[in-house]
């Protein structure tokens, strides 16, 4: 199946500072998907990207399909504590249903 | 208010003992899915549903079962056959062919 590698692995930042993390994939993907996870809670989707290229927000939240169709990045910009949690990206396998997701990234906020 | 619900949110069994999850959404979605989470290791397919009476075997099927006896509904049923069963475990649903997934809040299985 497709290998989507995260990176970073873990971010451990100060509030204010803006966050930058990106997602690679071994095969070219129609769709990336972006979610996050709270301690003990389920993953909610942030972003949903659709078209090479394309570039979206949320709030503080941008993400980026790239252009090859095999990598899509994630920014936040003037972080907050409550930005804490593990953002995932997600691709979609073979059969169009599932989702194959990368390792995360943890990411850790300090006021 | 539409979602996916999955109990209990804590859940302990004895090693040997067979243990099923309910997972039930009301959101009308087509299709379900079972994943499961380790430290470190992102989320793992188990197995989905595309439509009712119907379910595929995803990376880590072995040592799990499951049924779409109805629409609303996924259970998922770990047994004794599965080597390490204790993780988070988290169901989705999602309204069919390319659409992203809806979580539900997950279950923590231990099992001694």
């Known amino acids: 199946g497709q290998q989507l590698n995260q990176s970073p692995q873990s971010m451990f930042i100060q509030e204010g500072e803006d966050v930058s993390m990106n997602c690679t994939s071994s095969?070219?993907?129609?769709?990336w998907l972006w979610y996050k996870q709270d301690p003990g809670e389920g993953p909610v989707l942030l972003i949903a990207l659709y078209k090479a290229g394309e570039l979206t927000s949320n709030g503080r939240l941008t993400a980026q399909f790239g252009i090859t169709r095999k990598d899509s990045f994630l920014n936040i910009s003037a972080s907050i504590p409550s930005d804490v949690g593990i953002y995932f990206c997600?691709?979609?396998?073979?059969?169009?249903?599932?989702?194959?997701f990368g390792k995360g990234t943890s990411l850790l906020v300090t006021p | 208010d539409g979602g996916i619900t999955q109990s209990p949110k804590y859940l302990f069994r004895k090693e040997g003992q067979n243990v099923t999850l309910s997972c039930e959404q009301n959101?009308?979605?087509?299709?379900m899915y079972w994943y499961r989470q380790d430290p470190g290791q992102g989320l793992r397919l188990i197995y989905y549903s595309q439509i009712v009476n119907d379910f595929q075997k995803g990376d880590i099927a072995e040592g799990y079962s499951v049924s779409r006896e109805k629409k609303e509904s996924f259970p998922l049923t770990v047994t004794s056959a599965q080597k390490n069963p204790t993780a988070f475990y988290l169901c989705a649903s999602s309204k069919g062919y390319n659409s992203p997934l809806h979580f539900g809040n997950g279950t923590r299985l231990t099992v001694t």
């Open positions: 095969s070219i993907f129609n769709t």
């Open positions: 997600a691709g979609p396998r073979d059969s169009g249903y599932a989702l194959n």
């Open positions: 959101l009308n979605h087509d299709a």
